[in-house]
């Protein structure tokens, strides 16, 4: 098996035509690198996107208002309506398998023009009116300082605190912002911390441009009643976060005399289903790439085969003699085999190792640019030592099918017939 | 040694049987140097082929050296031959990639020995038959008489109890030829059969025995004896034009 006179034919064998085995290691180069390469993409975009989501609390839903849809009860179709707090109380109360449940509100009033001012700074910025349980839902990392409290919500603190931008814009970057105040469309908060947000989901602006007030405070502070603009909700572990989101759409719609069928009138988003998506779609993206990918193997592989043909027939001299002087069928066919094997396992692992190159050349440029804060939805496209190696292992099989034929072929040579002169 | 009744071989090409070997005896005793000829189409190379178990035959019996060949699978047959027979051919047939060395140390990698133990074999049967200078040149660096020389050597490193040499003078200038034929002599006379397939009457008449082979039966056998009168027949057919096979 390892004797060097069959490392020296197959060495000849290939090195004969090396236009021809160039060629024919191509095809299969290129089938691997193809599905090496589109596999790491497609897991690119997967943890890009899992990444940005991933840190949310995959158990969670959020609901908020629009107009109405369709006319119930006497009220007319299109009727501007918002949830209260009340709600939120009746919810606690009667829904079974709640974790957490955020109430929110958005500084709809407020925002348009220079909202915020300090000194002679000025900005425009989202305002949202929080309770701390929010941060559970949808994590946050504290740069500075602290997130709201519940001693902020029951005394109705003017506090605030502000996203990376706000503080970017409003202070200088020696000043330390904890403790300082911002005018927020009329009225000062004191700045208790600066956050950054984990995630990549956003209601009603971009986190880091959101200043962030106790949830009861911006009620008074900005006459808001006791409005409610979105509602956040987890369940508890073995709880179905669907089960909960429907229960708690039918109590509200009851409770504001809204059509039981009303999909418009009240909105909302239930993560678990999202991941479900976006788990079949990636799914589905791998699927595709296999089939492409193993579709372009196969041909290099059928090319490969053909080209063993060619071979065989080249050397139908040669085998005829090898034959007459003993040589067994075993060795012939373990000879014209191993050839094969020897040509895709080679392209095979070129294109293994160019193409788990070029994934980390673009993991490193990728790196480089996501550096800069701003996050692209691609991340880490990279394939599973598992998959590379039953690449490998596929890459062997598909060279001993390769070989399997052609080296038949080369049994039925008749030595006598190959070696005369006629 | 070689022992063949009433063999028939014929080849099937799509709805079209020919039948090559009708029914032929014939009997090779140990020892002997014996020439078979025979014009195109009279069956030699279906003969040779079956002496030297590179195909079946249909029906009738063929026995080496005491052993009837028959229903033998590829492997077994592979195994005869590399121990049994030597083969030497027209255009000589060495493999262009390996030295005359490698070229005679073939049949020894075959057998499973080792690389150094039959490079060393390889080497004493080039320096008998004087090439030894010549062991680590390519074939495309030898002459025809070189290159059939050391043909001759692989043939026999595996010291095999018959040689068949398929016009092992075909494309020889004659007095290469005659070399040639003396050295296959010398082979006969250290006890190995000798059979060689020509169509070369000067080349036939050196041996001791020449079968002359017709539409697939034996049509005459000229004995030690009766090489006069071949030579007056040799003579006679010189002045014909040849049919080369």
């Avoid at chain 1, 974790?99 to 009033?109: M, N």
């Avoid at chain 1, 012939?332 to 193409?355: D, F, M, P, R």
């Avoid at chain 2, 049949?107 to 680590?136: T, V």
């Avoid at chain 2, 009766?226 to 010189?238: P, T």
Wanted: with cysteine; aromatic share 8%.
């Amino acid at each position: 098996m390892f004797d060097i006179e069959r490392w020296n034919e197959i060495w000849n064998a290939l090195t004969k035509n090396k236009l021809r085995s160039f060629l024919t290691a191509f095809g299969v180069f290129w089938g691997i690198f193809m599905l090496i390469v589109m596999t790491g993409a497609g897991n690119g975009l997967k943890h890009g996107i899992y990444d940005g989501v991933s840190k949310f609390a995959v158990n969670s839903a959020f609901m908020w208002t629009q107009r109405t849809g369709e006319p119930y009860k006497g009220f007319k179709r299109g009727r501007f309506w918002n949830m209260n707090t009340t709600d939120i109380t009746y919810i606690e109360d009667h829904v079974q398998g709640i974790k957490y449940l955020a109430p929110k509100l958005f500084g709809w009033k407020e925002r348009g023009g220079d909202n915020t001012v300090r000194d002679n700074r000025t900005g425009a910025f989202n305002i949202a009116g929080d309770y701390p349980v929010y941060t559970k839902i949808d994590p946050v990392s504290m740069v500075k300082g602290r997130w709201i409290n519940e001693i902020d919500i029951r005394n109705k603190r003017k506090v605030c605190v502000i996203g990376e931008k706000v503080e970017e814009s409003m202070f200088d970057k020696s000043e330390n912002p904890i403790g300082k105040y911002l005018k927020v469309s009329g009225v000062y908060f004191q700045v208790i911390g600066v956050l950054k947000p984990e995630t990549r989901v956003n209601f009603n602006g971009r986190k880091e441009e959101t200043i962030f007030l106790p949830f009861t405070t911006m009620q008074q502070a900005y006459n808001y009643g006791n409005e409610v603009h979105l509602i956040a909700v987890t369940s508890k572990k073995g709880v179905s976060v669907s089960s909960l989101e429907d229960q708690i759409l039918t109590i509200i719609k009851k409770r504001h005399s809204i059509a039981p069928k009303d999909e418009q009138a009240i909105r909302s988003i239930n993560i678990e289903k999202q991941f479900q998506q976006m788990n079949g779609l990636f799914l589905g993206i791998s699927i595709l790439t296999w089939i492409v990918g193993i579709g372009t193997l196969l041909a290099g592989v059928i090319g490969v085969s053909n080209i063993m043909l060619v071979i065989v027939k080249e050397r139908t001299r040669e085998i005829g003699i090898q034959r007459a002087l003993g040589a067994t069928p075993k060795v012939i066919i373990s000879q014209i085999v191993l050839e094969s094997v020897v040509l895709t396992t080679l392209a095979g692992y070129i294109g293994l190792s160019l193409g788990v190159g070029l994934l980390e050349l673009i993991s490193n440029v990728l790196a480089k640019m996501n550096s800069g804060g701003d996050g692209v939805f691609y991340k880490d496209p990279t394939i599973d030592l598992p998959v590379a190696l039953a690449a490998l292992a596929v890459l062997i099989l598909a060279g001993l099918f390769a070989g399997s034929i052609p080296a038949k072929r080369a049994l039925q040579i008749k030595p006598i017939d190959a070696l005369r002169d006629e | 040694m070689i022992q063949i009744n009433n063999l028939h071989k014929s080849y099937v090409t799509g709805n079209n049987s020919l039948h090559v070997l009708k029914g032929l005896n014939l009997e090779i005793e140990e020892g002997e140097f014996v020439s078979i000829m025979g014009s195109s189409g009279s069956g030699k190379s279906t003969l040779l082929n079956i002496l030297g178990i590179l195909d079946n035959y249909d029906e009738g019996a063929y026995s080496l050296d005491g052993h009837l060949m028959q229903d033998m699978n590829e492997t077994q047959a592979a195994r005869t031959r590399n121990k049994m027979i030597g083969f030497i051919f027209q255009s000589f047939n060495l493999i262009s990639f390996k030295n005359a060395m490698e070229n005679v140390a073939l049949p020894l990698y075959y057998k499973g020995i080792s690389r150094k133990k039959r490079n060393q074999m390889a080497m004493e049967f080039l320096e008998k038959l004087g090439l030894k200078e010549w062991a680590h040149h390519m074939p495309n660096e030898l002459s025809g008489g070189q290159r059939q020389r050391v043909a001759i050597a692989r043939a026999l490193i595996s010291k095999p109890r018959i040689i068949l040499a398929d016009e092992p003078t075909g494309a020889l200038d004659t007095q290469t030829s005659y070399e040639v034929m003396e050295m296959l002599k010398q082979i006969n006379d250290e006890g190995i059969t000798v059979i060689i397939v020509t169509h070369e009457y000067d080349i036939a008449a050196m041996t001791q025995k020449i079968i002359r082979l017709k539409d697939g039966v034996i049509e005459e056998i000229i004995k030690n004896g009766d090489l006069k009168s071949f030579q007056a027949q040799y003579n006679r057919n010189i002045n014909k034009p040849e049919h080369h096979v």
